[in-house]
């Protein structure tokens, strides 16, 4: 019995150090990244594509925010309707460029590169955008 104890203890504590844990995470991204400067970029695939994305990178003004390469794992999850954010940052209010290209093999195996561009304009608040990625096609959302 003493040992079941312990053993809730020890569980209790764990459930506890997870939650000051996540509380800190939240605390942090909101020193980070104040609210009136923060935008923050999500990529998903769009419903029923079936190519094999490789990677994607991210130009913000110009300049590299994001790039990362997919795993099979990400990937699968993608096509399965997941979203990734892949870039949070500050900007200033006010227009900024946005362009994201992707590489990727299609199902007949033909190597697939494709550049989209977004003109964001940021106000004073959070902003999200959302970009969907298609063998043929990126398209952007603004939120």
Known sequence: EQIKGLDEQVQEIKTD??????ELNQLE??????SNTQVAL??????GETFRLDSVEIRLDGKPVAH????????????NGGVQRIYTG???????DLEVSITGKSEGGGDIR???RFSVNKNVGPK???????????TFKDR
């Open 17 to 22: 150090v997870l939650g000051i844990a996540a």
């Open 29 to 34: 991204e909101k020193l980070l990244y104040p």
């Open 42 to 47: 999500f990529v998903s695939l769009v419903n």
């Open 68 to 79: 990362h390469i997919y795993t099979f794992k990400e990937l699968e999850a993608l096509q």
């Open 90 to 96: 500050n900007i200033q209010t006010g227009g900024h």
């Open 114 to 116: 494709e550049t989209g």
């Open 128 to 138: 999200i955008v959302e970009i969907s990625l298609a063998a043929q096609s990126i």
